[in-house]
């Protein structure tokens, strides 16, 4: 069955810090993934996607994955973190039938 | 262009009421799906429906039935609540990308 882990429940980190969330799924096809966001009290938006093609993808506000079919990841980056990306990231997979497998979230926090 | 729109988005219901949740798209997108989010468990599939006239059963069903109107419009019904249920539903469409609603915030007391 497919499944996505993403083992930090929290992250905390400095404004102006790097960052980096972790992703790991387990898909036995070419696996469609996506990095959503969620605010407090707010729905989900897409940050970024990987369908095919170049391993490495660029979404909305910054933030950049990586996807490494051998080691089942797509992890999520930022290279410099702003007080106001603090929230919560989900990492989710397409099944087959499109519906989505999602993380357990990672929440980030931004120190000032 | 409003995308995908549910309606409540705050209800409080007593144990065994019922009530029905209302979600709208207008992307003209094939499929729609309810979630439900609960603390550290992410997202859960309740229902899908991967075109007008049809529906089938995610993750967690149990509880749940769900309607797909017309091409726009799929419902939520939960017929006898339960404090179980309280959580936040999100309704979704896609081809491929999901888009998602702004979220029911449901308590069952």
């Known amino acids: 069955a497919q499944s996505v882990t993403q083992p930090d429940i929290h992250i905390t980190v400095s404004e102006g810090a790097s960052l980096e969330l972790r992703c790991n799924y387990s898909?036995?096809?070419?696996?469609?993934l996506f990095w959503y966001v969620q605010s407090p009290g707010q729905g989900l938006q897409l940050l970024l996607k990987y369908f095919s093609g170049d391993t490495l993808v660029q979404g909305i506000k910054g933030f950049e994955a990586e996807f490494k079919r051998s080691q089942s990841s797509f992890n999520l980056r930022k290279p410099s973190v702003h007080w106001s990306d603090a929230a919560e990231y989900f990492c989710a997979v397409t099944d087959s039938s499109y519906k989505l497998i999602f993380g357990s979230g990672t929440r980030l926090l931004v120190r000032p | 262009n409003a995308g995908v729109t549910q309606t409540p988005k705050f209800q409080v219901l007593k144990t065994g009421q019922s009530m029905t949740l209302q979600c709208a798209q207008d992307?003209?997108?094939?499929?729609m799906y309810w979630y439900r989010q609960d603390p550290g468990m992410g997202l859960r599939l309740i229902y899908y429906s991967a075109s007008e006239g049809t529906t089938d059963k995610g993750e967690v069903p149990n509880g749940y039935n769900v309607s797909r109107l017309n091409k726009r419009e799929f419902s939520l019904r939960l017929e006898s609540a339960a404090p179980s249920q309280t959580s936040v539903y999100f309704c979704?469409?896609?081809?491929?990308?999901?888009?998602f609603g702004n979220g029911t915030r449901l308590t069952v007391t």
């Open positions: 979704a469409s896609s081809e491929v990308t999901h888009h």
């Open positions: 898909y036995g096809a070419t696996p469609y």
């Open positions: 992307m003209n997108h094939n499929s």
